[in-house]
């Protein structure tokens, strides 16, 4: 079955420091990568939405310039947490899916997740 | 406008009884997907369930079964023969035809008494 990983599955950073997560599709190409944040106890937060080779599409209330999304190629996709602050503590998970708008109801395949802490 | 809901926040249910977890939701869109996933304490999801808006059955897979009521835009999630197991969260989600990205409830707590 598809899979998605994720890297690194947990990371501490310093305050104002930035921190690159990478998440993968291993065995398919994934037309579209979602990025989610989610705070104990509570449900994903869709964060943006980033399709291969264009710029992500961001949702309303996510700093773009915080929370910067690169899709370079259909297998990979990085979300990198600019100066980070404690506030910004959260577990991100990226998903992967085949679909795109039009093209269809496509599931979509989660990584595992990465569990950020500013300190 | 999409919305999904989930009205329970926790659950309790009997171990080897069956229990249902309640969704609805709301599209514009006449096409579209209703996914349920499991998230255990470990924090990855698991993908359950799919039923898609056209379909004329209830989706099924093994325990676990959708109870896609189109008219009244609920999709209920039927667990049957609890196992210890399966105490994690549970989400229901939503992706339509034209809007490429998923729609999450804000989930149910589901715990299974030995």
């Known amino acids: 079955g598809a899979v998605v990983s994720q890297h690194p599955s947990w990371v501490i950073c310093k305050s104002g420091t930035s921190v690159k997560i990478e998440c993968r599709s291993l065995?398919?190409?994934?037309?579209?990568m979602f990025w989610y944040r989610q705070f104990p106890k509570q449900s994903l937060m869709l964060m943006a939405t980033?399709?291969?080779?264009?710029?992500?599409?961001?949702e309303q209330g996510v700093e773009k310039d915080k929370f910067l999304i690169n899709h370079a190629s259909l297998t990979l996709s990085t979300l990198t947490v600019t100066s980070a602050h404690p506030e910004d503590s959260s577990f991100y998970i990226c998903?992967?899916?085949?679909?795109?708008?039009?093209?269809?109801?496509?599931?979509?395949?989660f990584g595992p997740g990465t569990r950020l802490t500013v300190t | 406008a999409q919305k999904i809901t989930q009205t329970q926040p926790g659950m309790f249910v009997q171990e080897k009884e069956a229990v249902t977890l309640d969704c609805t939701y709301d599209t514009s869109d006449p096409s579209y997907g209703l996914f349920w996933y499991k998230q255990p304490s470990s924090g990855e999801m698991i993908f359950l369930i799919y039923q898609g808006s056209y379909d004329q059955q209830n989706a099924t897979e093994g325990r676990y079964s959708l109870n896609f009521q189109k008219a009244r835009k609920s999709a209920n999630l039927v667990i049957s023969a609890s196992q210890l197991g399966d105490s994690a969260m549970y989400f229901c989600?939503?992706?339509?035809?034209?809007?490429?990205?998923?729609?999450f409830g804000s989930g149910t707590k589901l715990n299974v008494k030995p």
């Open positions: 998903s992967a899916s085949l679909g795109g708008p039009g093209a269809g109801i496509g599931e979509q395949y």
């Open positions: 065995d398919f190409q994934a037309t579209t």
């Open positions: 989600a939503m992706r339509g035809y034209n809007f490429n990205k998923f729609y």
């Open positions: 980033s399709n291969e080779g264009s710029k992500a599409t961001y």
